[in-house]
């Protein structure tokens, strides 16, 4: 019988792994339910729709997505390269006529004969076939039930309330310093103390500042699950003295005395180069958490590697369930791609999509996986998803997951574009065809 492998979902991922295997002569089935059926954010019939902003972000290398992007050109990204064609003037940014882009898209992978697209829901998985899951954060109910079947219950979330998360560098530890409450345990908090002032401003500013205001299906399962800081601050001017910024059990070095209210960071990868905002999860505009959370002392000059952000997303805890290839543990047969991993943003979702097809085709020839050094931004992302991380969450490319530089750079800009340089220096060594 003629190889083939299943792709489920026509989304930015499963397009762009589609393409990958395409080309390299394995046949592709891609399921897409539209326009058979529509989830509550989709409206256009064709694939690879772009729901929220038009833009892929910065094409700069001194920017984590423009290095990502300069990464999918060189590995032939069929996504990118219809983004580039489809441009639309946005300064530095690259943003895209979105019908255009979905247009073009569709055109090319419709002319592709390795390429069968099916359009109907698939809610039962075949594990013994090949198949990419790429579903997206809006999975089916019915697809969303299997899933959950295959990776078991509890590792599959339905909406994403995450807290932002900075860079360790571009924290004040002349403000912040390490300890856990009351002495115990590793010292592996960093406590950012507050006085009264300090932290009545911060508080009247936070109840005021601007919100996302979330789809209708969203609201509903959102809220029930997790309180976003600045709805819990509303409640009193001392309810977060009484909750994340308890500051019982601590001293500051500075005073030798009790703060008046304490903002604690925990670290959030292996490496110990970011660090998340406990209990900051929140639904406050990006402009404004930069602008709020740069008032808590300590956190004037952070970098914000990702913001807090509530809404319906589902995705599994990749950080135990997946290997670096976006190859599903407990089964060598499924891989997944796109939001679904834990990878958030479009040109994140198209990176996995690559990086599941074209290690989807390799299982077909029995060849060795294809894995990218964590100096490169696909390689971090990869690294990132697959490392176990007890308190997982979805992650955008940034420059703190990868490894730090060998001399110290003060200028981030000249520091970042010098990441990306060696990245895509390493990129050229593990070039494949």
Request: glycine share 8%; proline share 4%; charged share 25%.
């Amino acid at each position: 019988m003629e190889k083939y492998i299943n792709i489920i979902g026509g989304g930015l991922a499963g397009c762009e792994a589609a393409y990958q295997i395409a080309k390299r002569g394995i046949k592709v089935k891609l399921y897409e339910m539209k326009p058979e059926k529509f989830s509550p954010a989709h409206s256009n019939k064709n694939l690879a729709e772009i729901v929220c902003s038009n833009s892929f972000k910065s094409n700069l290398l001194s920017n984590a997505c423009g290095m990502l992007k300069e990464e999918l050109r060189m590995l032939d990204s069929l996504l990118i390269k219809t983004a580039d064609e489809t441009k639309v003037p946005a300064g530095q940014a690259l943003a895209v006529d979105r019908e255009k882009f979905s247009e073009e898209v569709t055109r090319k992978i419709k002319e592709i004969d390795n390429i069968e697209i099916i359009s109907k829901e698939v809610t039962k998985i075949n594990e013994d076939e090949i198949t990419i899951i790429a579903t997206g954060p809006l999975t089916s109910e019915n697809l969303s039930t299997e899933i959950a079947k295959i990776v078991e219950e509890d590792s599959l979330y339905f909406y994403d309330a995450a807290a932002p998360i900075v860079e360790k560098s571009s924290v004040d530890m002349n403000i912040g310093f390490l300890g856990d409450r009351y002495g115990k345990g590793e010292s592996s908090y960093i406590n950012l103390p507050m006085n009264e002032e300090e932290y009545k401003k911060f508080w009247n500013e936070l109840v005021n500042a601007e919100i996302v205001n979330l789809h209708e299906f969203e609201k509903r399962e959102i809220f029930e699950g997790c309180m976003p800081i600045e709805v819990m601050a509303k409640r009193g001017v001392d309810t977060l003295r009484f909750g994340p910024l308890k500051p019982v059990g601590f001293d500051d070095p500075r005073t030798g005395k009790r703060p008046y209210a304490i903002v604690q960071l925990r670290q959030d990868n292996e490496s110990g180069t970011i660090y998340n905002i406990v209990g900051f999860q929140t639904n406050l505009k990006f402009g404004e958490q930069k602008r709020v959370f740069s008032l808590i002392p300590g956190l004037e000059n952070a970098e914000f590697v990702k913001y807090g952000v509530m809404h319906r997303n589902t995705y599994i805890n990749s950080s135990v369930l997946l290997d670096e290839t976006f190859n599903f543990r407990k089964n060598k047969n499924i891989f997944f791609a796109g939001q679904i991993t834990g990878v958030e943003g479009y040109v994140e979702s198209i990176a996995s999509g690559l990086m599941a097809g074209i290690n989807a085709y390799k299982m077909v020839k029995n060849e060795s996986k294809f894995v990218l050094p964590e100096e490169t931004m696909i390689g971090a992302l990869s690294k990132y998803i697959s490392t176990t991380n007890e308190r997982f969450q979805p992650m955008n490319a940034n420059f703190g997951i990868l490894p730090p530089l060998s001399e110290k750079i003060k200028d981030k800009k000249q520091r970042y574009e010098e990441l990306s340089k060696r990245g895509i220096e390493i990129l050229k060594s593990n070039m494949i065809g």
